[in-house]
């Protein structure tokens, strides 16, 4: 009977139980009405009264059943309502209390597994919130390291920009200079040219003198040989003039006055070679002096010549200086117009550092904003994992 009771459903276990109350009620008032007859309806009665006491009975216990099935549905609900999810709800049968138990047993499990994948989550979050936190740290100390460091290379390429623009500035003041310095390298060759048409020129004039003494030389050869005909005549006219004189002395008081003369022939005689003598000792100190003067001269010739061929020689040396100089001074040119480019560059390259040091404080302040944001996710998975531990999920 109970069995089959427990696999009505509530309705139909309600109507059954409307149904037998309802009867009992008629079978008692029947019976009343036919109490008068009381002999004759005496076992009708009682068969009446222990219907309705039965059928009360039955009422009773199939309603207190109900009550503990709804009782266990209520008190599992409670638990779920303060986080336990460890009860598992066991009604059998086919009624609205085993589909309540059923359905029961379904949510609280989706909820569990729920529960559990959320504490799984919670867990892993929390340590990737840790580990995040972590990396977030030593971000923010690398970031801030960084800040120093592109601050320092900021004041560095600071510094190198103005050393490039003095250098930039010296460079072009070193290629004014090399400019003025192949000017002065081109007037000094030309005044250089002056000097060796000026050498030339004394070249020819010294050519000039030494065949002018050469001459002199040769005339004073040639005076030479005149003083020795006169040299000869005098010793010649002192010899007659001896004669002469010898043959006065032979003539006697006759010949006195030729014997004057002839003295006086040879004393012009005598007076005409020591004349001789000093005039050939001056021809030959003047043929010693030409000689000299002829020999220096061949000397001073050679120098000059010498001078000369090493002064076509300096002038190519010259010629290869001023060629060097002019390209020394492109060159500088050259190094003038890449250093300002360069400045320019620099220049840039010390706005784009600045505009990365800018970058590296702005990353800086983000990166404490995101540590922070990292502490508190870590502060939000430990509130998860503790609203997690709150409910109770241990295994069935």
């Known amino acids: ?10 309705g139909q276990q309600n109507l059954l139980l409307t149904c037998l109350g309802i009867g009992g009620i008629w079978l008692t008032v029947l019976a009343g009405f036919q109490f008068d007859g009381w002999g004759q309806g005496a076992g009708t009665v009682t068969v009446a009264a222990l219907a309705s006491v039965a059928l009360f009975t039955l009422a009773y216990l199939m309603g207190r059943h109900t009550v503990g099935r709804a009782d266990q549905i209520v008190t599992a609900l409670r638990a779920l309502a303060a986080g336990d999810l460890s009860r598992k709800l066991q009604l059998p049968g086919k009624d ?13 499990n989706k909820v569990r597994e729920t529960l559990e994948k959320i504490q799984q989550h919670a867990e892993e979050l929390a340590v ?22 592109t601050g320092q290379l900021a004041e560095s390429m600071a510094g190198m920009s103005v050393s490039i623009q003095q250098v930039s500035q010296d460079i072009a003041t070193t290629a004014d200079e090399a400019r003025e310095t192949d000017q002065l390298a081109k007037r000094g060759f030309r005044q250089f040219e002056d000097t060796l048409e000026s050498i030339a020129l004394l070249t020819r004039k010294t050519g000039e ?24 005549i005098a010793e010649q006219t002192n010899l007659l003039a001896l004669n002469a004189a010898i043959e006065a002395a032979r003539a006697g008081e006759q010949g006195r006055g030729f014997a004057v003369v002839a003295e006086e022939v040879r004393t012009l005689a005598s007076r005409t070679q020591e004349s001789t003598r000093e005039i050939q000792e001056m021809i030959e100190r003047l043929q010693e002096a030409a000689g000299q003067a002829v020999q220096s001269i061949e000397s001073g010739k050679v120098e000059v010549e010498t001078s000369s061929r090493r002064a076509r020689q300096a002038g190519e040396s010259l010629t290869q200086i001023l060629a060097s100089v002019d390209r020394i001074s492109q060159r500088c040119g050259r190094i003038a117009t890449s250093a300002m480019e360069q400045s320019a560059t620099v220049e840039e390259i010390n706005h784009n550092v600045k505009a990365i040091h800018q970058h590296t404080r702005s990353a800086a302040a983000s ?17 998860l994992q503790g609203l997690v531990n709150q409910f109770k999920v241990a295994p069935d």
């Open 1 to 10: 009977m109970k069995v089959l009771f427990q696999n009505l459903s509530l």
């Open 96 to 108: 609205e209390f085993a589909w309540m138990a059923w359905e029961y047993n379904q949510a609280r």
């Open 128 to 149: 990737a919130a840790d580990g995040l936190a972590a990396v977030m740290d030593q971000t923010r100390l690398q970031v801030r390291d960084q800040g120093s460091q």
């Open 209 to 232: 003198i030494a065949g002018v003494i050469d001459r002199l030389q040769a005339d004073s050869s040639a005076i030479d040989g005149v003083m020795e005909v006169i040299r000869g």
């Open 367 to 383: 990166a404490e904003q995101t540590t922070g944001a990292s502490a508190r996710l870590a502060e939000l998975a430990t509130l």
